[in-house]
């Protein structure tokens, strides 16, 4: 069986667009394409690196495909990625039947997405790998597909755009399995899920007169 693990740039308030560049992605008047290049040293890239040192295919949402087959298929052949995106299987959603995926090892998934994202994660083979595709992410954690979550949390604050969890954040419980900084004080994080979330109490046995009141006046 296959996990689908999440790879993402996000600001310190959970915007992930266009990490990349001014002209990557400015849909709904994003001014601050490019956010990631200032702030993206050695230690950050070696932990991509690490991100990317396993067997794994790419499953993508159909706007991030296209940035990506705009742009991995015509680096130099050194590159240590493109090359690489070139060679695997790329996996993606989109809503548009008319769509063709032309970079090489590309495939459509179909009219229901999730349902052949559920087939492929029931199968044998490399891990499946998100970058960015924050609308399709949506729909991934929604349907509790997420095994494992790499964030890599910039330290500044854009106030708006796309953002990794949206308004419809899953409640799962996750678990902590590494965590480092790099010089310029991005924060590398990768979670694994851990079930359900449990809850607990840090109040009274036998709640105050000044609670219960308070309580009443919730409602």
Known sequence: ?????????????????????????????FKFGGWVAPLFDEKGGAAVGEMFAKPFDLLLGRKTYDIFAAHWPYVEKDDPIGPLFDRINKYVATRNPAFRATWQNSHVLGADAIAAVKALKSEDGPDLLTQGSTEFLKALFENDLVDEINIFTFPVILGKGKRLFGDTAFPRALTLVDSRTTDTG???????RAGEITTGSFEFDTPTDAELERRRNLT
């Open 1 to 29: 069986m296959r996990k689908i693990n999440v790879g993402a740039f996000v600001s310190l308030d959970g915007v992930m667009q266009a990490p990349g560049g001014p002209l990557e992605d400015p849909i709904g008047g």
């Open 186 to 192: 991005v924060v590398i994080s990768k979670y694994a």
